[in-house]
């Protein structure tokens, strides 16, 4: 998880934030890719912008759809540093239960995986 401070209409991922992780997986999207991102306990969509002509990059741009969820935000904690991570999507896997399905074992069956995956 990493944080940043709120201060503008787009995300600079490269300036903005301190886990270089969720910066790399920023960078490598490609332009118009959307991903979502809690920001501050908030689920908010972004879309991957290419870099500006002389080079200035706008690396994530808010999804009109949730333009008034994140206008709220910045205006209710702007100037603040605020946690921000990857919300886990479709096909992608969370770590807590990750370690779980090691950890209980006893539930990887083919029955279960046929009854649970796709959930």
């Not at 201060?7 to 979502?36: F, N, Q, T």
């Amino acid at each position: 998880m990493g944080r940043m401070i709120l201060r503008d209409e787009a995300l600079l991922a490269g300036r903005s934030l301190d886990d270089p992780a969720l910066v790399a997986r920023i960078l490598a999207l490609p332009d118009d890719a959307a991903i979502r991102l809690r920001v501050a306990g908030e689920a908010i969509r972004f879309r991957k912008r290419p870099d500006q002509a002389g080079g200035a990059p706008l690396d994530l741009e808010v999804d009109p759809s949730d333009a008034p969820a994140w206008a709220a935000l910045r205006r209710r904690r702007r100037g603040e540093e605020v946690p921000v991570e990857a919300e886990p999507g479709r096909g992608q896997v969370d770590p807590y239960l990750l370690s779980l399905s090691m950890t209980l074992d006893e539930w990887n069956s083919p029955e279960d995986a046929q009854a649970y995956d796709g959930l």
